[in-house]
């Protein structure tokens, strides 16, 4: 039997979502690290419902995904209870280095669809790491294995530039950056 706990990523036009999302303070994490508050207090305010029905569910293997704030409380998730996998789609920074540690041994697939903006961010600059093993789709739709970041950086540029000059000119009726484009969820799917 499979269970599969997913969690919506962030929802135009509602403000709780958008402030979650803004908050990229570091806290500490439950000993882990320290990961975005923003995310972690959302996290707090439906764990112990979660809880509950995961405890319904004994003996079945589980699996956590999430879309963007989605993917986020999925990873939060499974350092609070591990799950047999995580599958994550245009995922922010979660938290930390050590955070990210604390996660060693969850089977963990990242996937990230070419220019995606939310997948970088919040910056490294401010502790944040990436966790889980990179699944890059490139500017053809063609997940690629083993890609280097700079073999990833240059294909984002072709990707946004060929992009403006086909879609973005025709405001309003698309999306005006790839970098925006890549994150909607049925671009994923694509």
Request: hydrophobic content about 40%; charged content about 20%; proline content about 3%.
């Amino acid at each position: 039997r499979l269970g599969v706990l997913a969690f919506r990523g962030t929802q135009a036009g509602e403000l709780k979502d958008t402030l979650t999302d803004a908050n990229a303070f570091l806290r500490p994490w439950a000993g882990m690290g320290r990961v975005h508050k923003g995310f972690a207090d959302m996290l707090a305010g439906t764990w112990r419902d979660i809880q509950a029905a995961l405890e319904g569910h004994q003996g079945i293997r589980l699996l956590y995904t999430g879309h963007s704030l989605g993917a986020a409380l999925a990873n939060l998730s499974a350092a609070l209870r591990r799950p047999d996998g995580l599958y994550t789609f245009g995922s922010p920074r979660v938290g930390d280095a050590a955070f990210g540690g604390s996660l060693m041994g969850v089977m963990h697939e990242r996937y990230v669809d070419c220019s995606d903006i939310v997948c970088r961010i919040p910056d490294t600059i401010w502790s944040f790491a990436h966790i889980g093993v990179m699944k890059y789709f490139d500017r053809n739709g063609v997940l690629r294995a083993g890609i280097g970041d700079a073999e990833i950086r240059a294909d984002q540029r072709s990707a946004e530039i060929a992009y403006l000059l086909r879609y973005g000119w025709r405001q309003p009726t698309n999306v005006l950056l790839r970098s925006f484009a890549d994150h909607t969820p049925i671009n994923y799917v694509h």
